[in-house]
């Protein structure tokens, strides 16, 4: 096990993509026999960066290696004309090859968009040799607009019409103040989230340049990703808030059905759709659980 004193500040590198896009990767943990820590990597969603998963982060590079990078658009990574489920998938296999040995397997976890990412890269050649196991957290695969919770209507084309339109705002967010962090509270998480969880997100999703959020909202809409599940065949968790308006529960649901090697559904009461932030130690913990299961019992055995 290695100690608090061992672990290094955040190293930095930059990741190319297929088409050239420059992602900003930052790795996490041990200074030295960093090839013994095993090693996860973190994938965050629409609007978010790297800083979503501080807890997660903080908590993980003790004993092992957290890779974490910006999605394209997003915290230090530079937009791009390009924005689809394929570059999404381009962009993890570009971070992938940055940072792992070859044949090195790690833990992917994915946030909501960042979940959508794993999918669409599941069939990828890189995706296959480095993924050991997989968490999705409050994701889905299509019908995201259609089944969104966030305008407090009765399904059906009002609603889906409304809430595209909600989502897709192309108006700026804006300050952070407290009439804007109870709005993204009512959206994005529980009842019962504490003031600083909701002040932490709503710094990191107004830090979103609006041309990003719009861009990337039109993918989510047109998402479909169902036989992306399919191609998932490492094992793979799948966790949810009961109160997420986002992407709730049925999701979850449908994806763990669908998946190859379903490890099932973990499901928070209460939570929203910012589970790494407002359940931090049930994410970290699901993570080393999958960290010991896929990966050290696997190395301990050959």
């Known amino acids: 096990m290695t100690s608090v004193g061992d672990v290094a500040s955040v190293r930095e590198l930059t990741a190319v993509s297929a088409d050239g896009a420059r992602l900003h990767v930052e790795i996490h943990g041990p200074a030295s026999g960093a090839e013994a820590a095993p090693a996860v990597v973190l994938a965050h969603g629409w609007t978010c960066s790297t800083a979503f998963w501080a807890a997660q982060i903080r ?72 993924a050991a196991a997989v968490l999705l957290c409050s994701t889905g695969a299509s019908r995201l607009v259609a089944e969104s919770t966030v305008v407090p209507l009765r399904p059906g084309g009002l609603r889906t019409w409304l809430t595209r339109r909600v989502l897709g705002s192309r108006a700026p967010l804006g300050p952070v103040t407290p009439v804007a962090m109870r709005i993204l509270k009512y959206a994005t998480m529980g009842a019962g989230a504490a003031p600083h969880m909701v002040e932490a997100c709503a710094r990191i999703v107004h830090a979103c340049p609006r041309r990003v959020r719009h861009a990337w909202s039109d993918v989510l809409f047109l998402l479909d990703l169902d036989q992306g599940v399919g191609r998932l065949s490492v ?37 929203g759709h910012m589970t790494p932030v407002e359940a931090p130690d049930l994410v970290t913990g699901r993570i080393r659980e999958l960290v010991t299961t896929y990966t050290q019992s696997k190395e301990e055995g050959a």
């Open 235 to 271: 094992p793979t968790a799948v966790l949810v808030g009961t109160g997420d308006r986002m992407t709730p529960p049925v999701h979850a649901h449908r994806i763990a059905a669908a998946l190859p090697h379903s490890l099932g559904v973990t499901e928070l009461p209460g939570v």
């Open 59 to 130: 908590e993980l590079a003790v004993d092992h290696r957290v890779i974490a990078y910006d999605q394209r658009g997003h915290g230090r990574t530079p937009a791009s004309p390009a924005c689809s489920t394929d570059a999404l998938a381009d962009d993890l296999e570009a971070v992938l090859r940055a940072t792992l040995a070859p044949g090195e397997r790690a833990v992917i976890a994915g946030h909501s968009m960042g979940g959508m990412t794993v999918l669409a890269a599941a069939g990828r050649d890189a995706f296959r040799e480095h």
